[in-house]
């Protein structure tokens, strides 16, 4: 049983930045990829980056170049450096984690999640 809780999100200016934090307890040493969703309203969850526990990374084309996955394993503490915002960047934003060792782009692949940070970008 894992238990992950989100923070950092906010309100922000297109163009600024938030960083992004994932503290992760529990059985956490089957954790191997850590996964950043997001769901902006009336949408369906949507993946944006994942890492593994070797630290492999892989993004999705609309935050590549713009948003940075790290995690701190002694931490248990996932990261995500978002820059550039922009206003469809808005939605909440999710930490999920799942036991497999490969790295998925689908939420169903998914084991654990948090409860949501929310990242609203608006002038």
């Known amino acids: 049983q894992v238990q992950l809780v989100e923070s950092g999100g906010g309100l922000v200016h297109p163009g600024g930045s938030l960083r992004l934090s994932c503290a992760a307890s529990g059985r956490t040493f089957n954790s191997y990829v850590m996964g950043w969703f997001r769901q902006a309203l009336g949408k369906v969850r949507e993946f944006v980056a994942a890492?593994?526990?070797?630290?492999?990374?892989y993004y999705a084309d609309s935050v590549k170049g713009r948003f940075t996955i790290s995690r701190d394993n002694v931490k248990n503490t996932v990261y995500l450096q978002m820059n550039s915002l922009k206003p469809e960047d808005t939605a909440v934003y999710y930490c999920?984690?799942?036991?497999?060792?490969?790295?998925?782009?689908?939420?169903?692949?998914?084991?654990?999640w948090g409860q949501g940070t929310q990242v609203t970008v608006s002038s």
């Open positions: 999920g984690s799942r036991d497999g060792g490969a790295i998925r782009t689908v939420s169903n692949l998914y084991d654990y």
């Open positions: 890492i593994n526990w070797s630290g492999a990374t």
